[in-house]
């Protein structure tokens, strides 16, 4: 008896302790690719001997970020700067790819026939260049936000429709049989069984979304004359990349770090969702 109640709540939890242990291993994974990934970096340079033009030093890609520009500006503040120009574009778009991919979702869903008939033209649009539809954009809505908002929101829906299609489809027919016999509607089977079971289908095409509307913010700035954000600073580092290949680099790194971010970031309202509608796992 004594011993029952002596029990630790770590010892009493053992589901908790173990997801805390996944998280560090998870977290130490996270911070041990990028020092991975700079040895192999290093060790290719060292061992066919290329030179700066090539591939530059990990070091010479931080110096140029503190190093300043010809405004006398930092170019590492300079480049955050443009990646919070573009995070605004790509945040838009998200939103933009979120609501329209969940609601044509839906519609896919609870009419069969509408679905048939637009499932192969939204297939279909994701081959459409952007080169294409630049034109027509910049003449009917400028080259404000809205129009990169639309550009990376067109981009990034795809997978939001496909996954909200999947995660609606995934619903136990047994509860559905059981919703029936209780005489439920469309809307309380949708939102008490349908959308639960969705969640983890749907945040997979949310993170798919984000990441893509952060390359649709980046290709919706070159085709629409923008002065700012991260794809102008890299079309612009192109351009002189013999004169200075760190600046190429330093600008693509800026690009990856805010997809990065916005994948990071759709995860953790994913988290936050799930351990509402499952606390116990």
């Not at 930092?74 to 790509?90: H, I, Q, V, Y």
């Not at 027509?136 to 429709?161: D, H, R």
């Not at 600073?233 to 990065?260: H, M, N």
Request: net charge positive; aromatic share 10%; hydrophobic share 55%.
């Amino acid at each position: 008896m004594s011993t029952a109640v002596g029990v630790s709540p770590a010892i009493a939890d053992p589901a908790r302790d173990r997801g805390g242990r996944i998280a560090i291993r998870s977290v130490a994974t996270f911070l041990a690719i990028p020092v991975v990934f700079g040895l192999i970096w290093e060790t290719t340079k060292a061992a066919f001997g290329l030179d700066e033009r090539t591939l530059p030093h990990l070091w010479t890609i931080a110096n140029h970020l503190f190093a300043s520009n010809t405004q006398g500006e930092a170019n590492g503040l300079f480049l955050l700067r443009a990646a919070c120009t573009t995070a605004g574009e790509a945040l838009a778009g998200f939103g933009v790819a979120a609501c329209a991919g969940f609601g044509l979702g839906v519609c896919i869903v609870y009419m069969p026939r509408f679905g048939r008939a637009v499932m192969p033209l939204i297939v279909g649009s994701q081959v459409v260049p952007m080169l294409a539809l630049a034109p027509p954009l910049l003449v009917w809505l400028g080259t404000g936000l809205q129009t990169k908002a639309l550009v990376a929101g067109y981009i990034a829906f795809f997978p939001v429709v496909v996954f909200t299609v999947r995660g609606l489809a995934l619903s136990s027919p047994p509860l559905m049989a059981l919703m029936r016999s209780y005489a439920a509607t469309k809307k309380q089977t949708f939102f008490k069984v349908r959308l639960p079971t969705a969640v983890p289908a749907l945040f997979t095409g949310l993170r798919t979304a984000a990441a893509l509307a952060v390359v649709g913010a980046i290709v919706a700035e070159l085709p629409l004359g923008s002065n700012v954000g991260v794809g102008r600073v890299i079309f612009d580092a192109a351009q002189y990349y013999v004169f200075d290949p760190a600046a190429l680099w330093a600008s693509t790194l800026a690009a990856f770090l805010l997809g990065v971010t916005f994948y990071i970031g759709v995860g953790a309202i994913e988290w936050i969702v799930r351990r509402r509608l499952y606390p116990a796992r």
